[in-house]
């Protein structure tokens, strides 16, 4: 479910000001070996379309440009600017590192390539709070409902995040001592949570957090798309 434009105060849409902060990039991550899948997550078919497609479909728009963080030459058809890691073996940290080092522009969206459900009025909203903090990350509850989660990782959700130029340090200074975990840097940074209350408000039932690392969860992930005829 997607939440129609919305109302902030001084009476101005969350749309028109999104329109006025020009300094986003957007970076899909698709990093990681997919060995649960047995092949690359990334160009899976989800409604006739490779899954990094149908991302980059749904989030066209909301940055300067759309780069994407892997090998150059497994992702050069795309036409978009491809970076492969700055830091390599790093994992998935040091893939936001990568993320947040390659964009041109100051706050990065920065989305895994194995998420196909892009909300983008909860993604205006959480760039809303970009100017004031480091980092905006949703964070879910544990446990979820009984009948959800598959595919949903709780607690936190940083490959669905936005990131400034200034957690580069931070999670230099994490890698650098042997922190491997992406929220290893959250302590030193300006941290905004974004609460499942919150993101429910959105996306009532988290379709945004769906990963697909199984087959199952891409059959899961294809039955749901073919259902809401995305």
């Known amino acids: 479910m997607l939440c129609d ?20 990039s957007v970076v899909i991550n698709a990093g990681g070996r997919s060995s649960r899948m047995g ?18 479909e749904q989030t066209a728009g909301l940055g300067d440009q759309i780069i994407v963080a892997n090998s150059p030459e497994e992702y050069a058809h795309l036409g978009l600017p491809i970076v492969a890691d700055v830091l390599p073996d790093k994992g998935a940290l040091g893939g936001v590192y990568t993320c947040i080092h390659a964009a041109t522009q100051h706050y990065v969206l920065v989305t895994a390539c194995d998420m196909p459900f ?3 009025p909860l993604l205006e909203y959480m760039m809303l709070f970009a100017p004031e903090f480091d980092a905006v990350v949703p964070r879910l509850r544990s446990p979820l409902p ?5 595919g949903v990782r709780v607690d936190a959700e940083p490959l669905r995040a936005i990131y400034s130029k200034a957690c580069l340090e931070p999670i230099r ?15 030193d940074i300006r941290l905004r ?20 690392n199984t087959p199952e969860e891409l059959d899961a992930v294809r039955r749901i ?3 809401r005829g995305l």
């Open 5 to 24: 434009d919305y109302i902030i105060p001084g009476k101005e849409t969350v749309r028109s000001k999104i329109r006025r902060m020009s300094n986003f």
């Open 39 to 56: 092949a690359d997550k990334a160009f899976a078919d989800i409604g006739g379309k490779p899954m990094i497609e149908r991302i980059i």
């Open 118 to 120: 892009v909300n983008r």
């Open 146 to 150: 009984e009948g959800e989660g598959l």
């Open 173 to 187: 200074r994490a890698l650098d001592s042997g922190k491997m975990r992406v929220i290893s840097f959250f302590p």
């Open 193 to 212: 949570w974004v609460e499942e209350d919150e993101i429910r408000q959105f996306d009532p039932e988290l379709l945004s957090f769906v990963n697909c």
């Open 225 to 227: 798309w073919e259902m």
